[in-house]
């Protein structure tokens, strides 16, 4: 409880402001490699972070704070849409070179014989 009697919700959003940051950092150091597994696109995406309910007013010592995380959360989705719009790119291009414009087929050769 602060002094006026009013509880006190920067413990609960001090959580939920590391919470979501983790989540930023893990998302631009996925995006910093070169490649990302399917597997670990999937762990990020099952890893949503969810808004909290039930707290009061975020503080106003922490605004500063959320600002900042807000901020480099729109530079990663800034940055996702840059990728995939390459990703895009680079599978058309691959269909267009691909003979008869379709991508190619796996292939089993039996040298046995």
Do not use: C, K
Request: glycine share 6%.
């Amino acid at each position: 409880m602060s002094d006026d009697g009013t509880p006190d919700w920067t413990e609960a959003w001090l959580e939920a402001l590391d919470r979501l940051e983790l989540d930023v950092e893990q998302a631009e150091l996925m995006l910093s490699h070169s490649s990302v597994s399917v597997d670990q696109a999937g762990q990020a995406a099952e890893q949503r972070w969810v808004a909290p309910t039930g707290f009061g007013p975020l503080p106003e010592s922490l605004v500063e704070r959320a600002r900042q995380v807000n901020g480099r959360q729109l530079e990663v989705a800034r940055r996702i849409v840059l990728a995939l719009g390459a990703t895009r790119r680079e599978s058309d291009l691959n269909h267009r070179l691909s003979p008869n414009g379709h991508h190619a087929r796996p292939m089993y050769v039996d040298h046995l014989m």
